[in-house]
């Protein structure tokens, strides 16, 4: 097929080298690219230069985006589950009444509360997740839970506390950059990683820390590599903080002025016994210190924390930890500091309070409304009269993506129905009762919500560049279709709103506040109303856009300076649509805020718009880390495993197409030369890894950059695939298989996937 909007984008009139102005989509940072196209072949991807936040800037990952868009792993037709566990081929307005009337008729038996609702992401795969929102609330779904709440809730849940929002670091600016479990060399975390890290590192005047218990790329880049034991990060960075306060390299002029509560943070640090804790992680005294006083003397220093504590024990403890470093230096609001930000479409919603709603079932807390990913399985297993009784998933997959691989089989045998929607038959698809197929990023109107720069934050629409694949549909379109054959809305409702919107913005507000008023409901259809309205007075391809319309008005409103000083002007509605028209005319990415440093201290949603320093729970496990554990091993399980490290060559579950790899092909675990000898391997064999979830066999990679008694499997393997469309084969080991659900955050629930008790075995 022939590539849709938007016209060519570069002056060569031969289609085989025009260029298409898109994005990645292989991880958050998603940067800028360009791509040309042969049918619809991807033959040649490049950094955009123009991209007004990446700057022509990507990675390798990037270059071999044609492995996700031409698989031969794609679904052409909606598939219906029959009673023997195989699958049929029906169309799709079959499907459409059969799914609208699964789910209704588990609503109607059981409540829309017993529809449990994941997914409504993937990297930069935003715009469905609104559309999801108006299906959920069409069904009357009140739980819900995506990636998010595997990863980020812990932390969520201290910035809550703190700030009432979210913080982000300044790292192109910053003096002093520090890294907890984090490696963005691979993982990238903000606009061109590897060029600002290669920037710091060839700075004398700038520092590098890194804390991790692998010396990963960013490790060999640092200027102090704090190489923790693994699971000790905690008492690493309590240590750290204990010199601080200790040797009196705090502001406390600035925490006086623009904090509550510092003091008692203060009082609880002073009592780190720093040579005590840096025994326990493993990193030498002198080195602790050092560091620390290279940040007390730093005018700026910026933290960014990952998966490789958040997934580890004390995970929220080390978000607060880390947190409380850079606040007690005053390091916020400034050039190189951390700041909050503004956004198009939050990612989270903040409370303050720590209070948070727990699940029926289950009992843990439903962070920024996230069911905690851990408890899904167990809440549906559990035999509970007030269980989740169907599953609505789209663009994830929790069977591989989720601890305990096999307990989210069980459970999706357990449900009445299910239904996912991706583009592929993944994992979790092969246990549904319906699989419809969506269109692929590239084939619709697509953003990503990761807008978090600060002074200026970007956000890119993309535009399709190829229509979509025979038999697939966007998922706007596939919810628009579920709410008419659910019964909740219908052509009465929407045609004077599409008459308004062909007159003009203006009386297209106006008609869709009456109609609001007059129908209630209509507003929790928010996103499908405008799609079926606004969105048919788009450019072709781009409808489902209209939705983005709302969140630029939101934004105008909420934003008014910071949006007037990034070029638009007028009121506020003016400033919206001005901004929202930008975002649909321009590929190369949009800064819809422009800020001044000092205005991270509006953005705060705390009483006085101060730092609310104290959080009590935590300081009560700082105060008992003194006396915990540091070592998780065990004489069955003498290992500790990462299960899922980022590497060159792995993107999460996006790709599935193996021959994508250059490198690490079958994704090798890495184990040190000692311990490879001590069990009796050699590099490039094969190793028995056996946990209390599963076992499973992996290849060997001997590597001296993982401590002794620690070993590292890479994300996104184990996936089924079908090169010749026949039965599927995986390549790797899925990491999921050998982690389970009880082995988790006490207060966010996130799985300790990146510290998983192993015993290894030569094969």
Not at 372 to 394: F, K, Q, T, W, Y
Not at 500 to 515: D, N, P, W
Request: proline share 5%; with cysteine; charged share 20%.
């Amino acid at each position: 097929m022939e590539p849709v909007a938007p016209a060519p984008q570069d002056s060569e009139l031969d289609p085989a080298k025009v260029f298409h102005k898109t994005i990645c989509v292989l991880c958050s940072a998603n940067c800028g690219v360009e791509i040309r196209l042969h049918g619809r072949e991807f033959t040649r991807v490049r950094g955009n230069k123009q991209h007004k936040a990446s700057k022509g800037y990507t990675c390798e990952k990037a270059l071999r985006l044609n492995h996700y868009q031409n698989n031969t792993a794609r679904l052409t037709s909606p598939m219906k589950r029959l009673a023997d566990g195989s699958y049929v081929e029906v169309d799709w307005d079959t499907a459409i009444a059969d799914v609208a009337a699964g789910l209704k008729a588990v609503a109607g038996k059981h409540g829309g509360d017993k529809i449990f609702y994941y997914g409504g992401g993937g990297q930069g795969n935003h715009l469905m997740g609104a559309y999801g929102a108006a299906t959920r609330r069409a069904l009357g779904i009140t739980l819900r839970s995506n990636a998010l709440a595997q990863e980020k809730t812990g932390e969520a849940w201290v910035d809550g506390r703190l700030f009432g929002t979210h913080t982000h670091g300044d790292f192109h600016n910053a003096e002093v950059s520090v890294f907890v479990g984090k490696n963005p060399w691979q993982s990238h975390g903000f606009d061109e990683a590897r060029r600002v890290l290669k920037e710091i590192s060839g700075d004398d005047g700038r520092s590098l820390i890194v804390i991790d218990p692998r010396r990963s790329e960013t490790a060999d880049l640092a200027d102090y590599f704090l190489q923790v034991q693994p699971g000790t990060d905690a008492f690493c960075i309590a240590a750290l903080g204990g010199v601080l306060v200790q040797e009196d390299l705090i502001d406390r002029a600035w925490l006086a002025e623009n904090t509550v509560g510092s003091d008692t943070a203060v009082a609880a640090l002073s009592e780190i016994d720093v040579a005590s804790f840096a025994d326990r992680c493993g990193v030498d005294e002198a080195l602790i210190r050092s560091t620390a006083r290279r940040m007390g003397a730093a005018d700026s220093v910026a933290v960014l924390e990952d998966l490789g504590t958040e997934m580890a024990p004390n995970s929220t403890l080390v978000s607060y930890l880390q947190k409380l470093l850079w606040i007690l230096l005053g390091s916020f609001a400034k050039p190189g500091g951390m700041t909050t930000h503004s956004s198009m479409v939050p990612l989270f919603s903040y409370g303050a309070s720590g209070k948070e709603p727990t699940t029926p079932v289950t009992g843990g807390a439903i962070i920024s409304g996230l069911v905690p990913c851990n408890e899904i399985a167990d809440g549906v297993l559990s035999g509970h009269p007030d269980r989740i009784r169907a599953m609505l998933i789209e663009s994830a997959n929790p069977v591989h993506s989720l601890a305990g691989s096999q307990a989210f089989r069980d459970a999706m045998a357990e449900l009445d129905f299910s239904v996912v929607v991706d583009v592929a038959m993944t994992e979790t698809a092969r246990e549904a009762s319906y699989v419809l197929p969506a269109s692929s990023q590239y084939e619709k109107v697509e953003a990503a919500f990761f807008n978090l720069s600060f002074p200026d934050n970007v956000m890119t629409v993309r535009a399709p560049i190829l229509e979509p694949l025979d038999g697939t549909l966007p998922e706007p379109e596939i919810h628009a279709r579920l709410a008419k054959a659910l019964g909740v809305v219908d052509e009465a409702d929407l045609q004077p709103l599409r008459g308004a919107a062909k007159q003009g913005r203006s009386a297209f507000a106006a008609a869709l506040m009456e109609a609001t008023a007059a129908k209630p409901e209509l507003a929790g259809l928010g996103a499908i109303v405008l799609y079926e309205t606004l969105g048919q007075t788009l450019p072709k391809g781009m409808e489902a856009a209209a939705v983005l319309w709302f969140s630029a008005q939101q934004c105008a409103m909420r934003f008014t300076e910071a949006v007037r000083a990034a070029g638009f002007d007028g009121e506020p509605e003016e400033m919206g649509n001005a901004l929202f028209d930008a975002l649909l005319e321009n590929p190369d990415g949009v800064v819809f805020t422009k800020h001044d440093y000092p205005q991270s201290w509006d953005m705060l949603r705390t009483p006085d718009q101060k730092i609310q320093v104290e959080i009590p729970e935590l300081l009560a496990d700082l105060a008992a880390l003194a006396d915990g554990p540091t070592d998780y091993r065990t004489g069955e399980f003498p290992f500790i495993l990462a299960a899922g490290e980022r590497r060159s060559f792995t993107a999460n579950t996006i790709m599935r197409d193996p021959a994508w790899r250059k490198k690490d092909p079958e994704g090798a675990l890495r184990i040190s030369p000692s311990d490879a000898a001590s069990v009796g391997v050699e590099h490039g064999g094969r190793i028995r890894i056996t946990t209390r979830g599963g076992a499973a066999v992996a290849v060997v990679e001997v590597n001296d950059s993982v401590l002794d008694g620690f070993v590292t499997l890479p994300n996104g393997m184990g996936l089924d695939y079908s090169p010749a469309g026949g039965n599927p084969e995986a390549t790797g080991v899925s990491p999921n298989e050998l982690t389970t659900t009880d082995w988790r955050d006490q207060y966010a629930g996130t799985p300790w996937h990146k510290h998983v008790p192993a015993r290894l075995e030569a094969v």
